[in-house]
């Protein structure tokens, strides 16, 4: 008989850290959190500041290059990104192959992995310049394919880009303008996209990110990579929760039920969590539900829209959550999918696309980090090891004998 545990005593040192909270899977240059003080930094600088006096265009060179851009370097960086905007005539088709009543992110899934099928210069992962040809084509064509898929659901014609707009005018126009009627850019909407985008570019090693690091280990194309951070960023538990929020917060409906829902959120037979509420690594206020919520007012203002029912139990929850002894001792608070979907939701956007814009900001992110990742001079293949608790060594026994 082998014995198994024999193995893990002569193997060295093991570590079991399941969900990864205490590993560190990389070095990185890119962001910082300090979750207990509720910091986020982009390259240094902190996400309300960027969120309030940047861009989409400019944040996105930063997180890729490390730096601010100049006015030069930052037209530049513009032009790259407006250059790629369109996607090929046949990639159109994939669409086709859906139903109409699929869920957006299910033809994300799908239609971002087939990039890989149009760009085979991309595959070459290891020359610096089509490894950048590459980030640009993906920062540029995810909004285009996003507002695909959300016409494809809606049963209206696609949009062409116009690249004479901002990154995100140029989103909504694509989301919302209908044959018969052009969209008018509603400044302060595309702003306040502007920085709900920023606020969800990058978050560290988050599950998806983890997930675009570890397929992009094995040197997968980068359109495949990011496919594959769609997916993870597909679950309730991470960017499906600003969907479920809002679903949550539509079911409580009145503030009256408020207390109902904080007894089951406690009660530990019952599975049901309130959805978002609590990090993995803020203990703290997220910094980003801050500026989340001055962006949700912001956008209700700008729409005429008063009283509304969503934000009035919202902000009651989050009050009553915050007093409640529960929530105090396990650290509990909104994070930022708490007012995203009520901020969505107002702008137009039906729930099911709440975390197909998530994925397009992530995007920036995802490539920032694949891309140190492979310039990192120690990059190896990421492969975890495991505990293993199953059966010790045994002989097979045909099958008339068992
Ligand atoms: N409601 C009620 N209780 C909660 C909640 C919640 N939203 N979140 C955590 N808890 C409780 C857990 O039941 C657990 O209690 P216990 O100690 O009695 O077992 C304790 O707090 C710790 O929770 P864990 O699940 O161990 O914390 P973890 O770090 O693994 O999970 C997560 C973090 C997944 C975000 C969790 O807080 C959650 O499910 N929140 C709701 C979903 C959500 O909003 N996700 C968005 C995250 S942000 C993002 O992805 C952009």
């Not at 309030?52 to 996105?60: G, K, P, Q, Y």
């Not at 997180?63 to 930052?74: I, N, R, T, V």
């Not at 004479?164 to 052009?182: G, H, W």
């Not at 694949?370 to 010790?392: C, F, H, K, S, V």
Request: charge should be negative; aromatic fraction near 10%.
């Amino acid at each position: 008989v082998v014995d198994i545990s024999k193995f893990y005593k002569e193997s060295g040192m093991f570590t079991l850290d399941p969900g990864f909270t205490s590993t560190a899977s990389c070095e990185s240059h890119i962001t910082f959190i300090d979750g207990d003080e509720g910091t986020l930094l982009y390259r240094g600088y902190p996400i309300d500041e960027l969120a309030e006096n940047s861009d989409f265009i400019e944040v996105a060179y930063l997180l890729l290059s490390g730096e601010l851009p100049d006015e030069d370097q930052y037209a530049g960086f513009k032009d790259d990104i407006t250059y790629h905007t369109m996607v090929h005539e046949h990639f159109k088709q994939f669409y086709d192959g859906f139903r109409r009543d699929a869920h957006p992110m299910a033809i994300m899934c799908g239609v971002v992995g087939a990039l890989s099928a149009f760009y085979h210069d991309s595959t070459d992962i290891h020359d610096p310049e089509q490894r950048k040809i590459a980030s640009h084509r993906m920062i540029a064509k995810m909004p285009t394919i996003a507002a695909m898929a959300h016409k494809y659901c809606v049963g209206q014609p696609f949009v062409s880009p116009r690249n004479e707009l901002s990154y995100t005018e140029n989103f909504l126009r694509m989301c919302f303008s209908v044959p018969a009627e052009d969209y008018e850019v509603n400044k302060t909407l595309a702003k306040a996209l502007d920085k709900i985008f920023i606020l969800h570019m990058d978050h560290e090693q988050n599950a998806s990110t983890s997930t675009v690091r570890l397929a992009g280990s094995s040197g997968a194309n980068p359109f495949a990579c990011i496919a594959a951070g769609i997916a993870c960023l597909w679950g309730p538990a991470h960017g499906g929760a600003n969907e479920a929020a809002l679903k949550m917060l539509q079911e409580i409906g009145t503030k009256d039920r408020i207390p109902e829902y904080i007894a089951k959120a406690k009660d530990k037979s019952d599975p049901f969590r309130l959805m978002g509420f609590g990090h993995r690594v803020y203990k703290n206020y997220d910094p980003r539900a801050q500026v989340m919520q001055k962006a949700c007012h912001e956008v209700l203002d700008a729409l005429d829209i008063k009283d509304d029912p969503l934000l009035e139990v919202a902000m009651e929850l989050e009050k009553i959550a915050l007093e409640d002894e529960y929530f105090i001792e396990k650290k509990l608070y909104p994070n930022i999918d708490f007012y995203s979907g009520i901020t969505l939701k107002a702008m137009g956007f039906p729930t099911s696309m709440f975390t197909v814009l998530f994925a397009v900001a992530r995007t920036v992110g995802w490539i920032a980090q694949w891309q140190e990742m492979l310039e990192d001079p120690n990059q190896r293949i990421g492969r975890p090891r495991q505990i293993y608790t199953g059966a010790a060594k045994r002989s097979f026994v045909a099958r008339d004998k068992r």
